[in-house]
Every structure is written in structure tokens, then in C-alpha cells.
């Protein structure tokens, strides 16, 4: 899809009987940065609406937190001005970034790769907040002071899924892995979470989406599946075309979970629960599709926006990003959400959906946590495994 | 409990069991239906068929009509407290919610979630007469003593709207605790007491400057503050105890007015989300959104007397006796 090259918009609602005058409000900046000609949006790509898959631009929820806010941004005499910025490469990101930060953005918000994630972290001294990147190493070893992550790391989505296999006692895993360089590396954080949830692996067998009948024993979800007893098969498939095609074609009959099946989300848009509803409802009305959970990043990150803009306002510059960092958004998940200080991720609860449904929430009851059961998904603090923030 | 132990604690509880009488009127969001409590059987003795998604009721200032606000259907049910009977249907504009009367009965003051704003309408016909603009996901709605001020809450904003009934403008907008929900107001309306579902907390305003004056913070032995989550509210008559039902932490909690200190938890359904108090103010009627049951509770003895199945996501109960 193509977006034009820069498009500025004005959030700012009418004014309620006397008070702040328009032309006092200095808007505060925010600059969103997603990718040109966004693969992932594809049309082809966006039908298929594949589980865990963006089904649109971070801009839509992102407009839709902001005109939620209108009416308090309003009472506080504050507007927030949006900048879209479409970039193609780190490098592009960077220099995106820096402009940004030159014209006085106060935070920027992106929706990109992990490469150009970090590139605009380290290209400006402001708080960046993630809504795209699912990628561990960006809360781990690649984590940065200023990174703040929305969307639900892959360890957070795997930590839930094996919390609910817990909880159902499907304890025996096949695991099909998919051959991309993503796909290794969301199969070594499933491994993790089963590990860390005492679940038992039968095998870990790689597969190929192919017609080629030499190749069968890679792409034939029968012969896949065969000569192995499980409760469940979890299948890692960043694409999401085999793993679409795995439920009722396993040689055993067994669930699948992962990436089809059983899939855990930050968000879905059939959630019935805490005023979920109505949120889907008012982003269905604005744009014409379904919230994912992707969307829900990107409005949650609206949301921080606004509150933090609100705490700060009148204050140093340094006060918006304290309460940025400090504050506790609601998502209407049913709980108040805050920053996990040790890597910047935002604790919260995950939706495990099949798709057509909301089929259980995690943590899954009865998993406990000495501190917050939400820190039971995903890194938690004594694993220190992000040095910048430590 | 064993049936044994249920006896036994209704033996013990006699005197004051005796005193419970009247009918618990519940709400339920799933089955289009309110289902009729004896409160002296502690048994279903009716179920009634109304709108769709029935949710927030409340008598009309005569006493003799129970309004119930439908979400799906977006009208309100007016239904006959003799005769059980639906007697007609009132417009309430998208989505309403809750809703209260103004003192004379003659308008109706409704949230309308979706639009994020508070509906000022004839009582008789539903026709708007105004449309007042606040924060999104509006919720509780609460007129004030004298008539003069209608508070609203907005989920989203976090603010208590303050709205000024002749002519219909917003006065003020407070600051509270995170998603605030639902209110009760001192006898003496003095002070209005706000629960804020996710600040674990209730706010109290001065209604003289519309100032928070105070928070009360909610706490339960081995509960988290996250896990306590509080909506329904009512106070006694005489004005000296607040009751709050805490969501997540399944219990109720009983708080002196004057000290502002949390006094007794008791232990209810999941997700207790109502509390609504019988004219002798000897038993509470606590509903639990996700355990479809009310408990029904003994105020002087604060313990739990008997819980009652009723209809699917129950939301309020009205006691009419």
C-alpha cells in the first residue's frame, strides 16, 4: 500500500464553553515511522489474515487513541499533532528519526523492522515506543534505555501458550519449525517456554511449504505428524500459510497451537470482556476492519501518549518522559498496565484466541508470581538479561 | 460448605434472616432477562423476559415503575413492579448504560457508551432534549440531592463530569483514580464517593468545590492491588457506612463514612460487581458478574448468608419490597 509522503494531522476537538483559546494550543508532537510499501500489508497478505498478523497501519489506531483522548486533551488546553513518516531501510529510519526529533517530537512511535527499530533508538535521545517488533532481542541483548515495547514480546506469547498447555496437562509437544531465519529463533523461545513451564518435547521436526513429492516428509502435515504420540502440536510458521493448513490434517487427533490452532495475542477483536467491545467497535467504525493486535499496540501507545502528556504538561521535557515511563495505562484488559523498568516492556495480559473466538486468557489462573503474575510472561527481572537498563 | 454447615449458619443467622423479605430484581446481560429473587426463600420464583442485553435498572421516583436499560436494544424496558408486566418502552438513545432520574422523574439521565456523551431525555417519550459531550466510555450517572448537578463518569478519561441540569452544561471535570465507575452520594450530599476500578480505590468529592478531598485506598489480605477492582457502590441511609463491591478480589468490603476506614470484607461470587441494600438495611445483595449468582449477605453479622443462581453475566440487583 502506498501512503503519502508526509501527512500531518491535527487532533484536536472543539472547545467546550470558555477556557484555553486555539491559538494558545501548541500541539505536541509525535512522529509514527512505518515501513514504505509495508510487505506485510499486502493485499493478498491482509486477506489472508493469518493470526498474530498486522491487518493495517499503526496510524489508524494510533489516530483513534488520540481522538478518544479529545475530549480530555481538551479540558488540559493540550492538542497532539501526528507526523507519519514512511521509511525504507535503517537508514532511512535513522535520518527520518532525526528529523523528527529536530522539529521537536517529544516521542516517536514505530512500526518497523528490529534492524530500523534500533536504528531509530540510537539515532535520537527521545522515548521510542515499539508497536511492531515482536523480536526478544530487542528487550535482551539489543535492549535500549528508551525503547518501550507495546506489543507483546515472542517470549511473552510462547510463556502464555505453555501456561495454558500447562493448565490443560497437554504436556507432550511435537514442535514443526518453518525455514526462515525468524522462525529459528521464535522455535528457541517456544523451547524456552516449555522449558520453563516443565512441558516434555516428543520431537522438533522442521517443515517446508512444497508440492514437490520428493520433498513429502518435510511438507505432508500427515507424514509430519505420524509415528509420534503427543497431546499437542505447536507449530512455529512466521509466514502462516503451512500452519493455516495444519489443524485437522495431524495424523493424531490433536490440537494445534502456535502460529494456528490455539495463537496468543495481544489482542482480538472478538475479546468480550473490561469494555473490549466497545474499543473494537469504535476502530471497526473508524476504519472498516477488525482490530488486531497490532492495532492494540498502537492505540495502547496513543493512549500512553496522551496520559503522559497530559502529567507533563507545562513541565520540562524530561517530566514527559518520567511519566511516560512511570505512568500505568488501561487497555481495557481489566487491569491497570505499567513498564517493566528492567526492559521496557509493557506487562499485560494475553488473549489466546482460535481465531473465531477468545478462547481463555494468560497467565492462566493459578500460575503465581512473587511480585505481578502479569512478570510470568515474558522476561522477568532477576534473568537481568538487558544490560542497558540494569 | 457442607449441607450440614449451610443449616447451621441459617440457624445461627435466624433473627436476622427473618427481617430479610422483599424481592431481589436481577439483571443478566446474556439472556435478555431479569430473574426474580425471593430474598425470605432465598430462591428464583419468576423469570422475566425483557430487552436485549439488560443492564443498569432503577425505580422510577414513584416507586411503582422499574426502568431497565438495554444495550442492545437501546430502550428501557418499563416494566409494572405489581404486576410484573412490561408497560412500554423508552428510547435511550446508542448503547446506553447507566442512567439516572432527574428529582422531579420527569428526565432521564443516560451514558451513551459509544458516543461519549451524557443524554438528557424526556422520561415519558425518550425524545433528547440534550446532548452533553464528555470523555469516551461514559459510565455511572448519579443526580445530585437538590436536583441541580448530574455526575457522570467517563471509564476512559478517568474524570467525574460535572453537569449543571437546567441548562445542560458541563461544569467541571474532575481528576479521580483509573477508570472510575460508579457512585454514591453522602445523605447530607455532601460528599460523592467515586470507585475507581483500576486504582483499587474509592475518591471522595466535595460536592461544595468539586474537589477530591480524599482517596480511600481498598486492600484485602493476600489480595493484590491489581486483583481488587471495584465498581458497585451504595451507602446506608444514615449515612455512617458505604459497602463497595471489590470485582476480582470476590469479596465486598464495608467502609465507616466518618473515619473512612475499611471496617469488614466479606467474601461473595467472582467478579462481585453490585451491591444493592434491603430497606431494613440488614442484608446485602451482592451480584457476581462471572459467577452468574448474587450473594445474598448479612450486614450486622457481615458474613455471606446464601448465593442464588440466576441468569447469565448478571449485572445489578434492584430489592423491592
Redesign the interface.
Known sequence: MKLAMRSWCLVAAVL??AGTAWAATTPVKVALLLRVDDPRLERNRVERAYLGHPGGPASDALQMAFK??A??LD?AGLALALDVLPVADPASARAAAQRADQSGAVALVTDLDAAATLAVADAVQRPVLNVGAADDRLREGDCRARLWHMLPSERMRSDALAQALVARRWTQLLLLVGPSETDALRSATALASIKRYGLKLVASKPFKLSADPRERDLANPLLLTGNASYDAVWVVDSDGEFARGLPYRTALPRPVVGDAGLVALAWHAQFERY?AP?VS??FAKATGRAMTAQDWAAWIAGKALVAAAIAAKGKPAAAFEQALAGG?V?GSK???MGFRPWDGQLRQPLLLSDGVGVVGSAPADGVLHPK???DTLGADAPEKLCKARS | MTRAAIVTTCLLLAPWAVLAQGTAWVSSEKDHAITLVDLKAQAVVAVLPTCKRPRHMQLAPDGKRLYVACGESNVADVIDVATRKSVGRVPLGDDPEAFDFSTDGKQIYVSSEDEGELLMLDAASGKKLHAVTIGKEPEGVKTSPDGKRVYVTSEVASLVHVIDTASAKLLKNIAVGKRPRRFAITPDGSQLWVTNELGASVSIISTQDHRVIDTVKLELKGARAEDITPVGITMGRDGKRAYVAMGRANHVAFIDVASRKLTHTVLVGKRAWHVALNQAETQLVVTNGLSDDITLVDVAGAKAVKSVAVGRVPYMAVIIE
Do not use: I, K, S, V
Open positions: 467546550l464553553g478518544d483522548a475530549f480530555e479540558a469494555g466497545q467497535r469504535r500505568a488501561d481489566g487491569t491497570a505481578n503474575t502479569l
